[in-house]
């Protein structure tokens, strides 16, 4: 147990809907990031938030925001669903930035999107 | 396009033998790390290496990073049939510490 939850496990939903997929970092985490998995590709950064503010941008398209909470759990909204959206979804936490010492990043077991 | 790439896509062997990957990247680095996979699961670090390192050990684990040549190899030997995964290599890029970038893994597959 990596110590960072995800949730929901699994989501299907209809092309053009909306979801919001949740993550709550380790405890004393400050960084979450998000992921996203297609079938058989590597991971694609999404965003990173450090403590409540965006930190990196990575591949994510104007249809996904995403927002990290005092509590520093994070959401990852995403809108007007395409089939090509469905995907595994991370979420990670490390510590947070500062001279690179403290750089694992420790990873939820995923939200799987399946748009239909 | 992704930092960092792994090398071979997919490798199967016998149990017992040694297992090799390789991950190339792009840009100056501060560290690499290797994650494994399990299928459909979430990623498990395994180690980090920081860019002044050349080796480093951890039980069945050996990685070499070599920054001349951008490039960095897992070795897991004694292979085990639990060792069949997916191995991604990340990289933090330098100077944007805590943004990791992906290869798109190797499907590692041990025989028993």
């Known amino acids: 147990d990596s110590g960072v939850t995800q949730t929901p496990k699994h989501l299907i939903t209809a092309t053009g809907q909306r979801v919001t997929l949740r993550c709550s970092p380790r405890s004393g985490d400050l960084s979450v990031y998000w992921y996203q998995q297609s079938l058989d590709q590597g991971l694609q950064f999404l965003i990173q938030?450090?403590?409540?503010?965006?930190?990196a941008k990575g591949n994510i398209l104007e249809r996904f925001s995403a927002q990290q909470f005092p509590d520093l759990h994070s959401e990852l909204n995403l809108s007007s669903l395409e089939l090509g959206d469905s995907a595994l979804y991370f979420c990670?936490?490390?510590?947070?930035?500062?001279?690179?010492?403290?750089?694992?990043?420790?990873f939820g077991q995923g939200t799987r999107l399946t748009v239909v | 396009s992704q930092q960092g790439e792994e090398d071979p896509q997919a490798l199967s062997i016998q149990e017992g033998e040694n297992a090799t990957m390789n991950c190339s990247y792009k840009?100056?680095?501060?560290?690499l790390q290797w994650y494994r996979q399990n299928s459909g699961r979430g990623l498990v670090h395994l180690i980090l290496i920081r860019s002044n390192e050349r080796e480093k050990h951890s039980g069945r684990l050996r990685v070499t990073l070599d920054t001349s040549k951008k490039s960095s190899s897992l070795l897991i030997t004694a292979s085990r049939a639990a060792d069949t995964a997916s191995y991604f290599c990340?990289?933090?890029?330098?100077?944007?510490?805590?943004?990791?970038?992906f290869g798109s893994g190797t499907k590692l597959n041990v025989k028993p």
């Open positions: 990340a990289t933090e890029v330098l100077y944007n510490f805590n943004k990791f970038y």
């Open positions: 938030y450090y403590n409540g503010e965006e930190r």
């Open positions: 990670a936490s490390s510590v947070g930035p500062g001279t690179g010492v403290n750089t694992e990043a420790f």
């Open positions: 840009t100056s680095i501060n560290n």
